[in-house]
């Protein structure tokens, strides 16, 4: 199976931008192996169960541009002790705590975007990273999240590329998988080594790239975060969200982050991702209890889809033009990789299973669905 760009993708090999009402970053289409492409998926022994408990004393996720020098210092400084921690899971080629949370997206990512299960399992894999940052390395704080309607349009100039304060800026160069895909070459992730992607390779080093694009970045900006929160229900919100504003900060930073399957290896997906934990948890309260439970949407991506139909009034969507994506067999989706669970069908449902690959308990969609429920207790100031 190889990965494919949505309609937006495609066209952007001609044009810039085109009005459609949903996106994905690439999803699915058949194609053959080669010799490059990685190993079938190993299934590391799953933790046991959490016992249920009651959410007592939240944990206040904040925006980074609020931390003080020192809060951003110690989230920073959790994260490269996550670096440098052994793995334990034997995860293919992971060779460190950080990776097994990145390992986490990757070998999944086949049922886990373009797919109804999108936004619960990025919010079970939030919990996992921030779990991981408290537990292992000493943090007290809460996951943040950038607060990208605040920057869209100027990502170059935001506190989150800041190179003494923030995750470095953009990169130099041509250190990347394609021709002017730099390193970031400041900042306290410079120097780090990443042993996953890009794409599902596995074992080859490469470091972390940035090509920033303010054009993209728009896409994060507060008409298209509205614009998704007008929606009805969960079937039309998800791709809404999946589409702009998603996309938004992937293309917007760049790079690795652009790169679908392993853009945690930038450590700012954590502060994005948590962003749209952050919308999707003040979509369902806009009308509570009837949105704490909705879900719904594929299992499994549709290659074969006709573009989507525009709403009326949608804004139009820019993406990246496919010479800044990794070359294309790095999407070809290993034999042996994950395939749905917990659901009678194709339609995903509170009973869908969220595989944590044993980095964390895995979970189920209707356990994640409630952030200040039994296993998830935080809240969003």
């Not at 100027?154 to 998988?177: A, E, K």
């Not at 449902?349 to 944590?356: E, K, P, Y």
């Amino acid at each position: 199976m190889l990965f494919r760009p949505t309609v937006v993708g495609l066209v952007a090999l001609a044009t810039s931008a085109v009005t459609v009402s949903a996106l994905s970053l690439p999803v699915p289409v058949p194609g053959s192996l080669d010799a490059r492409s990685p190993g079938p998926a190993v299934a590391a022994p799953r933790a046991p169960p959490p016992k249920p408990k009651k959410c007592k004393k939240k944990l206040k996720r904040k925006a980074w541009h609020t931390l003080k020098k020192k809060e951003k210092k110690e989230y920073i400084d959790a994260e490269l002790c996550l670096m440098s921690k052994p793995a334990t899971l034997g995860l293919p080629a992971a060779a460190n705590r950080f990776e097994e949370l990145q390992s986490i997206h990757q070998i999944p990512a086949f049922i886990t975007h373009a797919v109804g299960a999108f936004l619960p399992y990025h919010r079970l894999h939030m919990h996992a990273h921030e779990r991981a940052l408290r537990e292992e390395c000493g943090y007290k704080g809460a996951q943040p999240y950038w607060d990208e309607p605040r920057d869209a349009g100027n990502f170059i100039n935001s506190d989150v590329l800041d190179p003494i304060t923030g995750f470095g800026g953009n990169g130099t160069g041509n250190g990347g998988p394609q021709p002017g895909m730099g390193c970031i070459h400041d900042g306290p992730f410079a120097n780090f080594s990443n042993n996953l992607g890009p794409g599902y390779f596995q074992g080859t080093p490469n470091c972390i790239y940035r090509f920033v694009n303010d054009t993209v970045s728009l896409m994060s900006s507060q008409p298209y975060v509205d614009e998704c929160k007008a929606k009805p229900n969960y079937l039309k919100f998800w791709p809404c969200l999946e589409a702009a504003p998603h996309v938004g900060g992937h293309g917007g930073v760049g790079g690795k982050m652009l790169d679908p399957i392993a853009s945690p290896g930038d450590p700012i997906f954590y502060l994005h991702h948590t962003w749209l934990d952050k919308l999707f948890w003040e979509w369902q309260a806009l009308d509570l209890p009837a949105r704490l439970y909705d879900i719904s949407g594929p299992n499994l991506p549709d290659p074969f889809a006709p573009p989507p139909t525009p709403d009326p009034g949608s804004l139009p969507l820019v993406f990246p033009t496919l010479d800044k994506f990794p070359p294309p067999e790095a999407f070809v989706v290993p034999p042996g990789s994950p395939q749905p669970q917990g659901d009678p069908g194709n339609v995903t449902t509170l009973s869908h299973v969220l595989d944590m690959l044993g980095v964390i308990p895995s979970a189920t969609i209707a356990e994640v669905m409630n952030i200040g429920g039994n296993l998830l207790c935080y809240e969003y100031v």
